[in-house]
């Protein structure tokens, strides 16, 4: 058996990061990606904004091919040397291959790179293999390129570039109702903490319920028709569905921006509004 060691954070599984673990499946044959619990960036700056919840990402690179996932605390690798790393990498795991993006940096004040790696190779006895940077469109596919994207509101250009559609996550909790009385009746939900937000608006989505696909619409804001919001919530108006999901976990794809949040004159001006929205939502 050849392991292919697979080294990155991987945040959303992209186009360029699934290029990385491909190329460790076709030389090794059993791959093997050392990767983070939380973002590097958690240890030093104390946060980090996700593209995907790291229980999304996983799943995401088993399905491209990942044989076995570590999770390493980067916290208790933080201050070895590249050398220590690549060191402990070694006798650890033996690997035939060692496949990384271009831009790829282990050790303190990242000192390990590619050019390391490379020089290292026939020293250690392994292949190693960097993924040069991926385009599309004349853009460098990367996670930061992503965010961009899904903070400006332009899911569908990030959801082609993940190559899923973005999605968020949350149990249903009670809310003003105000939904159900104007003949809307919404789901409510906390948006995720740590996932990179949305701009406030009205959105098209996609979700499962008892094994069925669901169109809703989604709104993620203030609602300021209301004015009496004081934290952001989600409310999702499941389409062709009626029944009662407090408590449920709900999974939700956005598949399209369709408007910015707005304030209307009226509840009439609302529901007119939300009308249209679902006209362009089935659409879609």
């Excluded at 044959?29 to 996983?58: C, H, M, N, Q, W």
């Excluded at 332009?154 to 959801?159: S, T, Y």
Aim: positive net charge; contains cysteine; proline residues 4%.
């Amino acid at each position: 058996m050849s392991i292919g060691l697979i080294l990155g954070f991987f945040d959303g599984v992209h186009k360029a990061h699934r290029a990385v673990i491909e190329s460790a499946n076709k030389y090794s044959s059993e791959s093997i990606l050392i990767t983070f619990k939380e973002s590097p960036s958690v240890y030093f700056t104390g946060k980090a904004e996700y593209i995907l919840s790291r229980k999304d990402s996983i799943e995401k690179m088993k399905h491209a091919g990942v044989k076995q996932i570590i999770e390493l605390e980067f916290s208790k690798i933080a201050k070895i040397t590249a050398e220590e790393y690549l060191d402990y990498l070694i006798t650890t795991y033996h690997p035939a291959s060692i496949s990384t993006g271009y831009n790829h940096t282990f050790g303190v004040n990242k000192t390990g790179s590619p050019d390391i790696l490379e020089l290292n190779s026939k020293k250690y006895g392994y292949k190693y293999i960097c993924t040069p940077p991926i385009k599309d469109n004349n853009e460098i596919i990367s996670s930061s390129l992503i965010k961009n994207y899904l903070r400006s509101g332009n899911i569908e250009r990030a959801n082609f570039l993940l190559e899923s559609n973005f999605c968020i996550e949350g149990k249903v909790i009670h809310g003003a109702e105000i939904g159900r009385k104007i003949g809307f009746p919404t789901a409510n939900l906390n948006y995720p903490e740590n996932i990179v937000k949305l701009p406030f608006g009205v959105y098209c989505t996609k979700l499962k319920i008892d094994g069925k696909e669901k169109r809703a619409i989604m709104n993620w804001g203030l609602k300021p028709t209301l004015n009496n919001v004081q934290k952001p919530i989600v409310e999702v108006n499941i389409l062709d569905y009626s029944g009662d999901l407090y408590g449920e976990n709900l999974k939700i794809e956005i598949i399209k921006h369709i408007r910015g949040e707005e304030k209307f004159p009226s509840l009439d001006e609302l529901k007119k509004q939300i009308k249209k929205d679902i006209e362009v939502c089935l659409t879609l």
